[in-house]
């Protein structure tokens, strides 16, 4: 059985940085597109980072509102995504999942529709 698991939100300082983690098991994401999502009270689902899977030379995504500040990467051997998060604003505040990604380019990722490919998700609150 499919399952992603988030890890490494939490409280922090605006200008901070986390970084958070994405377990995959019950399959290989080697040949998955990846990403990171949030959402936040109030609000819609955001894509904010993707990246391609192996076979397509990682291409990755960055939303406007944080291109510059967070780096998406992958590590096919431990089956893992990360997503490191620099100059953390309160507007980042969310619950952060990762999910598999059905299209993927510099200028859009679209999600999985598939719910046994989404994590739990982990709070990331950025406040003073």
């Known amino acids: 059985q499919a399952q992603l698991v988030e890890s490494g939100g939490g409280l922090v300082q605006p200008g901070g940085s986390l970084r958070l983690s994405c377990a995959a098991s019950?399959?290989?994401?080697?040949?998955?597109?990846l990403g990171w999502f949030r959402q936040a009270p109030g609000k819609e689902r955001e894509g904010i980072s993707c990246?391609?899977?192996?076979?397509?030379?990682?291409?990755?995504y960055y939303a406007d509102s944080v291109r510059g500040r967070f780096a998406i990467t992958r590590d096919n051997a431990k089956n893992m995504v990360y997503l490191q998060m620099n100059s953390l604003k309160p507007e980042d505040t969310a619950n952060y999942y990762c999910?598999?990604?059905?299209?993927?380019?510099?200028?859009?990722?679209?999600?999985?529709?598939?719910?046994?490919?989404w994590g739990q998700g982990t709070q990331v609150t950025v406040s003073s």
């Open positions: 019950g399959f290989t994401l080697d040949y998955h597109h």
């Open positions: 990246i391609g899977s192996s076979i397509s030379d990682s291409v990755a």
């Open positions: 999910a598999t990604v059905d299209v993927i380019s510099r200028t859009q990722c679209v999600p999985t529709r598939d719910h046994n490919y």
